[in-house]
């Protein structure tokens, strides 16, 4: 079985690589799931893709976080329907992670499942969410509780789009970039240390979305169904996740924008816990985990929690669907670009969250 | 990839062969979802599997045809959180249609797909439903609009539960086992047209089951994704399928009862209409959907609708969820055992329609 996606990639690929594909496909069978946001900002880039195909097979939705429930999937269902999408029609999800995590779901459940293409529009689509045809929507507070695997035929990463990002959306992507490098480890982590991601145009940015996008499909065509290499790619992501998850879900105690966390955010915090626990169990160096914690004093804000929050956090990391016994597996490293799968006990994460606490708060 | 599962069959397969291979799985992972109506009416036959699982580990749900929709899949995924499941656990679906295919459609989407172990207690979920992967629920008033592939690891087909069923049961697996017939040809054929399937007691069905499991799990080791071979078994269903869905969304001009239309009487009149279209376009032998027309007038009661219902029947027939053109496209046959794909006009699917209500109403 194919497990690999066409990637079309750089400035204007949209324009110069994807329209071109579509018309080769058949415009009739191309249906449309656009972040409606992205009308207002981005017209000049969306024009040859919005010029191409009839009104009435664009559905534009509101695709912030808060969005992505079962109760938005009703509409994609609904406008799927109604315009007779059938099997061998293909549906391009234009938006950000949120937008094809839930459009690829929604596809890959409409009559069992039909094609996608992903032209992710924010740094941490390009980078991690529109590759590797992992799809979810929330449920019960718990991130991605339900969703499919469903490999896009085509990713369109763009980087016309990265312009007009905000700093918030920047770092958060930002944030993966940093795990990438870790995996990948050389000349990549060497650079990203020496990157500001707040003053670099998009061709600085473009070194880092290329590597990523062809590091993660490289990963995932070797394990998409996440079964052995890929989980190498929830590096900083079980405690992130949890974080993620329980910020968006509570009231913070100390006052203000704990919904405001972004998922790169809360994976950065992810990767110094867990990174400080490599470094307890498996010897990680320390230099590069106070290189690491460095990048993230010079970047982003801290999460503040207190220790009576640590159990709630170690609930839903129970509850990661990567977890699949009484302890809580999670990807250690013994150094750059050496990644090992480990099962830790509440202490261990107690440690981990602690030491992140200590060092940035 | 492995496209099978394993196949246990027989009288008391549940008690001497699932039982037995659940102890070996390890009980702590195995979950079960049960029609509760099965309490009452297989007690006896369920206590070996009741009696090896923690109360907490077994949900008991409404399972009728109004019950397969979204809503109660939010019960099942309820359930599955807060009993902690995780993707090394097992879970087994023990009901009916309606509760293998939602059952196995929420474990397939939970964390992205846990495994799940099918028990039919219907003939028509033996012989059709828990086999091969497809699992659904109706959603807009179209039978089966979102689901997924997710193969069972294993099905165990246990005649004791046949002894209970109702007429109206057995005859609407019966109309799966016909379609079967048709398409194996041969001996199958000649003695579907000889039994009685109202006189008949579980050892005299027990043919009929097991050839039937046999012959849909080899079909579907082929094609499990439904890209070739396996559209086969959708002889029958094209009609069928929309005659269902049409009668449970509409009031009968003719009084009563159309709620109550069964799957499988209404894959009798897929097929009646259905071979007939074979019959004008292919040739397929008179004598034969005269031997199907005799067996329909035998056991089943018509369905009544009239020419001004074709228009909604057709428009349902074009969301099939098969159906990949503007034209539908059908199952027709050459011959007993000979399926061929074609696709035809709203002409051809009237006349089959109209022959249908000029033999049978």
Known sequence: MNHSSIIFSGPNALKC???PYLIELGIDRVFMILDKILLEIHADTLYPLMDLLPKEHILLIEAGEEYKHLDQCQKVWRFFTESKVNRNDVVVNVGGGVLTDLGGFCASIYKRGISTINVPTTLMGMVDA???G???VDYLGVKNLLGAFHLPIAVCGDSSFLSTLTQKELLSGFGEIVKHSLLVGGDMW???IQFDPLYSDSEEWQYFVDLS???KEAVVKEDLYDNGLRKCLNLGHTIGHALESYFINSKSSFGTDRDLVSHGEAVIAGLIAELYMS???LGFPSDILHQLIYLAKENYAPLLFTCKEYDPLLKLMKQDK???SKAVSYVGMRSLGEPVLL????EELKNGLDFYREMLC
């Open 343 to 346: 099962e830790v006990d509440d």
């Open 190 to 192: 060497q650079r990203v």
């Open 134 to 136: 992992k799809t979810a």
């Open 17 to 19: 690589e994807l329209v």
């Open 130 to 132: 529109a590759i590797g």
């Open 322 to 324: 990567k977890n699949i």
């Open 213 to 215: 996008m062809k590091y």
């Open 279 to 281: 470094n307890q169990l």
